[in-house]
């Protein structure tokens, strides 16, 4: 049986897994990765809106790595519309990056749920078996990848203009919403487990015991 530090350690890393995997599945399945603010640039040419009327042409948008949505807001009162990234939207935007981004996620995923198994395993038997930080590596090139696409290949405005064959959309802003930051949270969870199981190496001082002194009968005591 493992010594009480190394159960200790091996459960600890086993709920920092498990909530490591939660995490990344909560993100992939969400539609908060990214939120923003969009300005129908047509309607604006059309009416010439001046700086106090740009609001009325102000709508919204988020998406996540499957769907989103989107709020148009073109002079004609807001119009709601769902986004689906497959099967065809991801054809016009860097669709080798996109898919990337969601194979290394669930290759995360993958690796985090053997270092669960393994976690459990440590926690109850021996010998040890290893567990390395290939999810925390896989998860960063998702976050990482995602980023990229998002602040250098234009991934909100393609987003946002796909389909828009009468209105221009220009974006206005646009910023990483708590779906994307699950997912650098279950990157860092891992991390977390890496240095749990770090910690489990540690080898804690015995606690000494001290054995009774026997009492020594010298010959001075036997004459009394």
Known sequence: MPSPWKRVTFSAASVLCTGSVVLLVVALSTERWVTGRILCQTGVDIVNASHPELDQFVGDIYYGLFQG?????????SRRSKIYIFPNLVQTLNGGLHMMVILFLLVAIGFALVSLSFSIYNARKVPYQSIK?????????GVLCF??????HGLTE???????????????????????????GS??????????????????????????????????????
């Open 69 to 77: 949505g989107k709020t148009k807001k073109c002079g004609l009162g």
């Open 133 to 141: 930080g290939h999810k925390a590596f896989f998860g960063a090139l």
């Open 147 to 152: 980023l990229s696409a998002m602040r250098h």
């Open 158 to 184: 393609r987003v946002a203009n796909y389909k828009e064959n009468l209105f221009s959309l220009v974006i206005l802003d646009d910023s990483l919403d708590w779906s994307f930051w699950l997912g650098v």
């Open 187 to 224: 990157v860092g969870t891992h991390i977390a487990v890496c240095g749990v199981v770090a910690m489990s190496r540690v080898k804690l001082p015995k606690p000494e015991i001290k054995k009774p002194e026997e009492p020594t009968v010298s010959a001075v005591d036997l004459l009394y």
